[in-house]
């Protein structure tokens, strides 16, 4: 039967169902949606955890993003017959580190500590994810309040820019194979063990209160020593004009686009290594120390360079940026912005007189990485102990400048000692293995044609260059500069 439903007839259902729904909702909402201070803390811990991991992942993005810096600096800096080459090699650094990290270098870096020198497991993330499928806070070392996946992320993208700052210092006559092999060793071992060293929970640099917020000396420090012990045995690139006078970079437009993606990664490497957002102010303050000692360093060794030539030098201001980007990373969470602004001077000047002091030791170092990242990174860890506030520092002591004693400083200069004596040896060791199987530098015929037509067989401009255009060009350049030197 279809009999039509009056009107009256609706309304009286409507009210019927708003009088049940008024009757029993508040009294079944509230059974199920009660809010007690524990499910309240757990809310907030979860919102925490998240908002942390995703700043975390944010920042490790930018410190990847830092491998087309370097990879844009160096190709900029070397000479046009090795820049194919120092692009590979600055991109396949990040695929080696990665594979090492994950099989061995992490479980060393944030393993189970034994007796604070290097951790005996986590590799492979072996112990991950949990049994009952979850996802485990930190890892054996570190109490961070991330998972370790993105912990590993994070710490990965620092491995990564340990071994890519040694490409630069030997660039333009390394065996390739010898490349991957020295990338992985690093990635592995060398590093992982000084991370572990000071970063790890129960590291022996940590538990004496060593202060490195972001890895001036255990990122840069420990890169730049291995890079000028690879390029003390290397030796010199082949035709370069005398001691004291550097070959002319490939294309300053590369180095100086180069320099500025390192400035804005690094707002990643020293913000970031908070490892979390529950203090903005920290936050604040690292990111304003990075910026002033970035820009003091610029126009410090711009300035300089003026008063000693005459010259208004774009590679060493580009270095003076990065120079006081190394400079401030160790000290960048304990120092007040005065002096960062004075970290940031000094190594602006620093720059300067250590490419000039590895000239004058006739060591090839075609970017300056020793200068850069070895000298600022060990310098700017000694600052700590010079310029340390009682309010920043993990120990509350202040730095000798600012009252506090020898205390800071003698703990900080015990870490640059121990991890420069570790580093050579390490170096050392592992360079002159390759030397000795010949895979440390590259086949003689290499230094004749040139690097990239040797090992890739390709011009970086192969359409306006060919490989025997290149080779012909060099020899043009080499005639005229030996013209220019008899002259001289």
Known sequence: MNRH??????????????????????TIVQAANTPTLESLSETTIKLQISIDTTWVLLSGFLVFFMQTGFAMLEAGLVRQRSVVNTLLENFI????????????????????SAGGLFGIDTFFLNQLPGADGSYPLGAPGS??????????????????????????????????IG???YSAIMGAISYPIIVHWAWNSNGWLG????????????????????????????????????????????????????????????????????????????????????TLAAGAGALTALIFLYVRTGKWDLVYCLNGSLAGLVAIT????????????????????SVVLGVSLIESLHIDDPVGAFSVHGISGMMGTLSIGFLGQAELT???????????????????????????????????????????????????????????AYEHGVSVWPDVYSVEEVSKLQDQTKISENKTLEEE
């Open 5 to 26: 439903i009056q009107p009256w007839q609706r309304l009286l259902v409507l009210a019927i169902g708003s009088m049940v729904f008024a009757v029993f909702a508040p």
């Open 93 to 112: 650094d990040a695929a080696v580190t990665v594979l090492a990290w994950w099989a061995v270098g992490f479980g060393i870096a944030f393993g189970t």
């Open 143 to 176: 109490t961070a309040a991330i998972n370790t996946y993105t912990l590993f992320f994070f710490q990965f993208a620092f491995a990564a820019t340990a071994s890519t700052i040694t490409t630069g210092s030997m660039a333009g006559r390394t065996d390739f």
């Open 179 to 181: 490349d991957l092999i």
């Open 207 to 290: 538990k004496l209160s060593y202060h490195d917020f972001a890895g001036g000396s255990i990122v840069h420090t420990v890169g730049g020593w291995t890079a000028l012990v690879g390029a003390y045995l290397l030796g010199p690139r082949p035709d370069r004009p005398p001691w004291g006078k550097l070959p002319p970079a490939h294309n300053l437009a590369l180095a100086t686009l180069g320099t500025m993606i390192l400035w804005f990664g690094w707002y990643g490497f020293n913000p970031g290594s908070t490892l979390g957002t529950a203090n903005p102010g920290l936050i604040g303050l690292v990111t304003i120390n990075t």
């Open 330 to 349: 160790a000290p960048c969470a304990y120092v007040a912005p005065w002096a960062s602004v004075l970290i940031g001077f000094t190594g602006g000047i």
């Open 394 to 452: 993990l120990n509350q002591k202040a730095g000798l400048f600012l009252g506090g004693g020898f205390d800071l400083l003698g703990i900080q200069m015990l870490g640059i000692v121990a991890i420069t004596v570790f580093t050579v040896a390490f170096a050392f060791l592992m360079y002159g293995g390759l030397k000795a199987v010949g895979y440390l530098r590259v086949n003689a015929e290499a230094d004749r044609i040139g690097i990239d």
